[in-house]
Antibody
Framework: QVQLQESGPGLVKPSETLSLTCTVSGGSIGIYYWNWIRQPPGKGLEVIGYIYYSGGTKYNPSLKSRVTMSVDTSKNEFSLKLKSVTAADTAVYYC??????????????WGQGTMVTVSS | EIVLTQSPGTLSLSPGERATLSCRASQSVSRNSLAWYQQKPGQAPRLLIYDASSRATGIPDRFSGSGSGTDFSLTISRLEPEDFAVYHCQQYGSSPNTFGQGTKVEFK
């Protein structure tokens, strides 16, 4: 079955760029939309945006100016870059698949999440 | 963006009891595009319900979703010990997709 695994630094300094990768195993990255979602400690979930296997993207307007997503179909992985981070970006970051190949639907498969702390 | 308000914040119940969780949207959710997730400590959310009332693959039938427009609910007919967790609703009818703040179902 399809599994997702996030990877990247757990600690990022303020004003620097947060970089994470999500590796898709057990299936192809093709035909699906792939999201990044985050959850600050003790708070709710926030969708950062999505990327399609062909490279098309859509970002949450609240983060759009700082977010870049990319995809590498040869490695079956996609990535997130969030620049100019502050302590408010401290969160567990999840990658997730949108069900049924739609660009907007429920998230049926999630990675285990990775905690990223912004601190000097 | 659509704001989802979940209530109550915490629900204190015993195994075997019925749980009813509410999710209210600040505006009508297009095509009843609403999902429910269960999240346990240290784990990722798990999809329970999509399209307001359709159970995801492998979800027991004690979980049911209902509602339309701006008012939705998740019902757990008889709580099992493994059901004590935080539940989130999500709307995907409008961009950006948004989540509620969660309802915690705890042991009474």
């Amino acid at each position: 079955q399809v599994q997702l695994q996030e990877s990247g630094p757990g600690l990022v300094k303020p004003s620097e760029t947060l970089s994470l990768t999500c590796t898709v195993s057990g299936g192809s990255i093709g035909i699906y939309y792939w999201n990044w979602i985050r959850q600050p400690p003790g708070k709710g979930l926030e969708v950062i945006g999505y990327i399609y296997y062909s490279g098309g993207t859509k970002y949450n307007p609240s983060l759009k100016s700082r977010v870049t997503m990319s995809v590498d179909t040869s490695k079956n992985e996609f990535s997130l870059k969030l620049k100019s981070v502050t302590a408010a970006d401290t969160a567990v970051y999840y990658c997730a698949r949108v069900r049924e190949g739609y660009n907007s639907d429920a998230f049926d498969i999630w990675g285990q999440g990775t905690m990223v702390t912004v601190s000097s | 963006e659509i704001v989802l308000t979940q209530s109550p914040g915490t629900l204190s119940l015993s195994p075997g009891e019925r749980a009813t969780l509410s999710c209210r949207a600040s505006q009508s959710v297009s095509r009843n595009s609403l999902a429910w997730y269960q999240q346990k400590p240290g784990q990722a959310p798990r999809l329970l319900i999509y399209d307001a009332s359709s159970r995801a693959t492998g979800i027991p039938d004690r979980f049911s979703g209902s509602g339309s427009g701006t008012d939705f609910s998740l019902t757990i007919s008889r709580l099992e010990p493994e059901d004590f967790a935080v539940y989130h609703c999500q709307q995907y009818g409008s961009s950006p997709n948004t989540f509620g703040q969660g309802t915690k179902v705890e042991f009474k």
